[in-house]
């Protein structure tokens, strides 16, 4: 199946290819930097994809090879109000909306992820790195402390101490240590990025899309429920996906020892 363009965007670059949507930010000259402009865009964009029956992963990359996202455009906000900033963070939450998203989503990391790019990262499910990568916190430098989810999320995945250490230093790590952390779950040579992301964004999208979907919204709920509570969802989430289509179609395949072909039903 051919390659689709989505067009409609200033600074992003979508395509889609066989259930699979690679969204890039567009904005090298700036290292990808997230200002207002390109968070309504992913926000939009988001919701297009959503709608999109056929998609089964997402993958998010930004443009060259300098920058996944190099953090906050600081030009746009250097001149903002206090109150300015409020309202702006009042509104739909870009992280928000990428760590809720329905299907999984890769980060594929080029270059700097720092500040919001390191938490637009962490709000992904999986992260792949190329090994050029540099990833931190830097707000601290600024007389800043992360805004988009990094005191929250970045505890949770590498632990209280070292989320701590890169947050209160603003210390930037390279790929290997961020692997070695578990801030990113695989790094790779610069040139095999690419190929590594699309690989397994293609084995994810042969799975059952309402599973994938269910083993999301069990993970995620770890951060938000006792064991106890967890446990109750995820016995909730196991007899959603029993009733589905795709469980029968899963189980048949299996027994006919043929591949499923599996309709997020």
């Given at each position: 199946m051919r390659t689709?363009?989505?067009?409609?965007?200033?600074?992003?670059?979508?395509?889609?290819?066989?259930?699979?949507?690679?969204?890039?930010?567009n904005r090298p000259e700036k290292r990808n930097a997230?200002?207002?402009?390109?968070?309504?865009?992913?926000?939009?964009?988001?919701?297009?994809?959503?709608?999109?029956?056929?998609?089964?992963?997402?993958i998010i990359t930004g443009a060259g090879d300098r920058a996944f996202v190099?953090?906050?455009?600081?030009?746009?906000?250097?001149?903002?109000?206090?109150h300015e900033q409020w309202k702006m963070m009042r509104g739909r939450n870009l992280f928000e909306e990428v760590a809720s998203f329905p299907r999984p989503v890769i980060a594929m990391i080029n270059?700097?992820?720092?500040?919001?790019?390191?938490?637009?990262?962490?709000?992904c499910d999986l992260r792949i790195a190329g090994r050029s990568a540099r990833l931190g916190q830097p707000e601290v430098n600024l007389g800043l402390?992360?805004?988009?989810?990094?005191t929250q999320r970045l505890p949770r995945l590498i632990g209280l101490g070292r989320a701590m250490r890169l947050i209160m230093t603003g210390e930037l790590i390279d790929a290997e240590e961020a692997e070695r952390i578990g801030l990113v779950d695989q790094v790779v040579e610069d040139e095999a990025l690419e190929s590594t992301t699309r690989e397994l964004?293609?084995?994810?999208?042969?799975?059952?899309?309402?599973?994938?979907?269910?083993?999301?919204?069990?993970v995620r709920a770890t951060m938000e429920?006792?064991?106890?509570?967890?446990?109750?969802?995820?016995?909730?989430?196991?007899v959603r996906a029993f009733g589905s289509e795709d469980r029968i179609e899963g189980t048949e395949a299996?027994?006919?020892?043929?591949?499923?072909?599996?309709?997020?039903?």
């Open positions: 689709v363009e989505r067009v409609g965007y200033e600074t992003l670059l979508i395509e889609t290819d066989r259930g699979i949507a690679k969204l890039t930010i997230l200002d207002s402009m390109v968070r309504k865009e992913l926000i939009e964009a988001l919701d297009e994809l959503r709608d999109d029956p056929e998609l089964r992963v997402l190099a953090g906050a455009d600081i030009g746009e906000f250097a001149t903002r109000s206090t270059g700097y992820a720092l500040g919001g790019g390191c938490e637009l990262a962490l709000a402390i992360p805004g988009g989810g990094g964004a293609e084995r994810l999208s042969a799975h059952s899309p309402l599973a994938l979907q269910l083993i999301k919204e069990g429920m006792p064991l106890s509570a967890g446990l109750r969802f995820e016995r909730e989430l196991f299996f027994l006919e020892k043929r591949r499923p072909e599996f309709k997020g039903r």
